[in-house]
């Protein structure tokens, strides 16, 4: 186990209002240059609050020490059954740590997941019970945003916070929102891990699950890699505190996140493998397309295609057409599980599809890649 507590660094650019992105896709599809297959190789651990930050406080327990003991389970039973997968902790004792200092350690490090661990509250006790995973994103509901706050609020206690932070509120709606803003590259990855904890919680843990849940939290808006955010119960509410106090139940919380991550990482790495014969497809649905007098046609016709090869230049958890995307005639949004996927164009070949692949990163569709069907069922490119 290894854990880092390195000097802090700027959150450059953390309310920039002119940096207002769509999700770009998820990083960990490969180009079909890649030669070794992705695997998970590290993951951080974070355990919420410390030290001078106590975080939320139930009748009995504090959140800081919950979290910690929940995050220090995790990490010794994620090491116990992959020991090759390096475990990070941004803390292993009762230290207070700053919320951009806990991303910047997985940044240093490269890490290949960021797992956030907290406990929830609310003013009014025993009105609302069970976990909820969230992921950096637009915060519609008013719930999510008092989350975000006070989670958020724990940079108060930094030094410097107002340079460091270039001038963020905790406390300011406005603020929030423009920081929830920031899609992050890695979303669909995270979305899916945040997808595997909560469908764990709910069939393994004897609190509810509330769903994943998108929201502006500071310590997600700077990993570069795939975060989540896992609220594992009330601390508000009698039910939830007095199971979360207890050291077995924080064991199997720790149990089912493990479980939650080996679904996530056999899908991920299998995902990656470069076979476009293997693998099980997953049926697409139309939502909707642009429509366009001028649009270009696409290289191929759809119906022409025995496989088609396409470019996905974003996946968002809504399937609303931004600003951004109306200069593209021929964008095609369809759902696959729980995500909407923005697609452009039809070709005969990935080769066929390079040089549009090209010209879309040049206009600032960074991760845009090629992807593949058949009969309308994504296939691996």
């Known amino acids: 186990m290894k854990v880092w507590n390195g000097s802090k660094t700027s959150m450059s650019g953390i309310l920039s209002t002119t940096v207002l992105v769509l999700t770009l896709s998820f990083a960990f599809s490969i180009s079909l240059e890649a030669q070794v297959p992705y695997k998970i190789r590290k993951v951080v651990i974070d355990p919420g ?9 139930g009748h009995h327990s504090r959140e800081k020490e919950v979290a910690l003991s929940i995050g220090l389970d995790l990490g010794k039973k994620l090491k116990a059954q992959y020991p090759d997968i390096q475990v990070i902790y941004t803390r292993d004792t009762d230290v207070f740590i700053p919320l951009n200092e806990r991303a910047a350690i997985a940044n240093r490090n490269k890490a290949d997941l960021f797992i956030s661990i907290h406990c929830n509250y609310i003013s009014v006790r025993n009105r609302a019970t069970g976990s909820e995973t969230y992921v950096l994103g637009l915060h519609r509901a008013e719930d999510n945003l008092d989350v975000a706050k006070r989670e958020n609020s724990a940079i108060l206690l930094e030094d410097n916070y107002e340079k460091t932070y270039e001038g963020f509120d905790p406390y300011s709606p406005e603020g929030h929102i423009i920081l929830s803003m920031f899609q992050n590259a890695h979303l669909e990855q995270s979305i899916l891990f945040a997808t595997h904890v909560e469908s764990a ?22 990993t570069t890699m795939p975060s989540v955010l896992i609220e594992t119960g009330f601390l508000s509410t009698d039910t939830d505190e007095n199971y979360l106090m207890k050291k077995e139940n924080q064991q199997e919380m720790a149990s089912t996140i493990l479980k939650a991550f080996s679904n996530y990482k056999k899908e991920v790495e299998e995902y990656q493998e470069p076979d476009i014969s293997a693998g099980t497809p997953q049926k697409a649905t139309n939502v909707q397309t642009t429509n366009n007098e001028d649009a270009k046609a696409p290289t191929s016709t759809k119906g022409s295609l025995e496989v088609a090869y396409r470019i996905q230049i974003a996946a968002s958890s809504k399937s609303t057409i931004d600003a951004r995307y109306h200069n593209i005639d021929d964008l095609e949004v369809i759902k696959e599980g729980e995500m909407y996927k923005f697609l452009v164009g039809y070709f005969s070949s990935a080769e066929a599809a390079r040089p549009r692949l090209s010209a879309l990163k040049a206009n600032g569709f960074d991760g845009a890649f090629i992807v593949a069907y058949k009969d309308g069922q994504r296939i691996k490119a």
């Open 49 to 57: 609050h410390g030290g001078k930050d106590p975080g939320c406080n």
């Open 201 to 222: 919680f709910k069939k393994l843990s004897r609190l509810p699950s509330r769903g994943v849940k998108q929201a502006g939290f500071l310590v997600l808006r700077e």
